[in-house]
Structures are given as C-alpha cells and as structure tokens.
C-alpha cells in the first residue's frame, strides 16, 4: 500500500506546491488538484505553449468578459519568464488567479508580493519600474505615453510617506485603496475594492 500512496504522490503536485499555490491563489487543495488534472489531460508534458494557455485560458475564464483572447496572449507574454513559448502549472495558475479571481484585498497583498521580487518586505523604484513593463504588457496600457519609469516615479511620491524610496506594504495596500488611479495602474484586473 505505502507504494500506491507514493506513486499517487509523484502523479500529484507536490506538498511544498500545493503550499505555495494555495498561499500565493487562495485556491483550496481541492480546487487545485482538478485544475492541476484538467491540465496534465491538455499538455501532459506539464508545459502549455502560447495556443494552448489561450485556450486553457479562455475555457476557464467568464465568456461576459471582454477581449480575454487579447488579455490571454498578454498574461502569457508576461509569465513566460524565460521566452520559451511556453509556462508550467504553477505560472499558469499564479497568472489566471491574478487576472481573474480572489478578493480585492488579497490581489492587492499578491500585488504587492509580485513587486517586492526580493522579497525584502517593501518595493523599492527599480522593482516597480520592471513589473510596470510587464503590467503595461498585460494591459496594452500606455499610460497616455508615460514610461513606467514615469509612472513609478508619480507613484512613488504619491505613496511613500516616508519618503524613503521605499514602500511598505502597508503604504502600498492603503496607497491603492484610497487613490483609484493608481490601483488601477498597480492592480489593473480588479474595478471593485472595498
């Protein structure tokens, strides 16, 4: 029986996987393993190329949703981290949660976690300016011509009350709350906050 138990497993996400899915979508194991199987049927090496990821894509998310082709094939651009046509389970459901599901504070939380790349518990300019460029992407947005480089910058003297050329965490959530363009700009998949 303890092989039957460990094969399932090698089959299966890994524990340490489902951990960091389920902290970084809100998603409940349960949830995660159907998607996690619906996958493997659609691209059984574990890899989805652009077609496929659009595909995939558009089969979970709202047919009410408009131009989710386009929003498709931007989200893959910008979690194709290494340009070679194609993302794994994990970026696929990290990209869809973000566009498409989960509550607005928590998308705000794994926004934040999504600019704060070293993890330092803040966001510093050049952290912004990168996921800017890959936000910009997602959205075709072009900031009315305004580099992100721009736009970091009027965020940035907007939200950090410190003036430390640095935002917390709690700079950044309550910044976005209280200024609708900016978590606009920052947070682009979510039109209702409390």
Known sequence: MGNQQHHQLEEDLSLNDYRYLMKQ???TPHVIQG???EFLTVCPNG???KHQFIKF???LENSATKNVESIA?????AFDHNGNQSIDFKEFLISYALTSIGEPLDKLRYTFSLFDTDNSQTIEPTEMIELLRKLFTITRNK???SSPECVAYDI???LDLDQNQSLSKDEFIN???QNSAIRHVLSPFESSYP
């Open 25 to 27: 979508t809100h998603l």
């Open 35 to 37: 998607w996690y199987r």
């Open 47 to 49: 890899q989805l190329s």
């Open 57 to 59: 894509y558009k089969d």
């Open 73 to 77: 094939e931007n989200v893959f651009q």
């Open 143 to 145: 900031m009315y011509h």
């Open 156 to 158: 940035f003297r907007a």
């Open 175 to 177: 910044g976005c709350l």
